[in-house]
């Protein structure tokens, strides 16, 4: 697809209206454009399903935050109760 010692490459971008983008190769790290091209779609695989974990994980943070903001809120209420009857027992 590509010959020896290009650098450079003009692809469509499909993701933005087919809008024309020039990537620039790596040539010290890659033998060839379909090496670096199998490289990236590994790493953004590997990004997708990292992103799919982390967005798990904010989910269940969110879970938990909403059970610890009741259960604080609780023992403020408890405490104000207890505070306000030890009031009335000097009474």
């Known amino acids: 697809l590509f ?8 692809v469509n971008d499909w993701e933005n209206d087919g809008k024309e983008v020039e990537l620039t190769l790596n040539t010290e ?7 670096e091209a199998d490289a990236l779609f590994i790493l953004v695989r590997k990004l997708k399903r990292g992103s799919k974990i982390v967005a798990e994980l904010l989910e269940e943070t969110d879970a938990v935050w909403d059970i610890l903001s009741k259960a604080q809120s ?3 209420s ?4 207890e505070d306000d009857s ?6």
């Open 78 to 81: 408890v405490r104000g109760i």
């Open 29 to 35: 790290k890659y033998d060839s454009a379909s090496a």
């Open 3 to 10: 010959k020896d010692g290009v650098t450079t490459a003009t």
């Open 86 to 91: 030890s009031i009335d027992e000097r009474r």
């Open 74 to 76: 609780d023992l403020e």
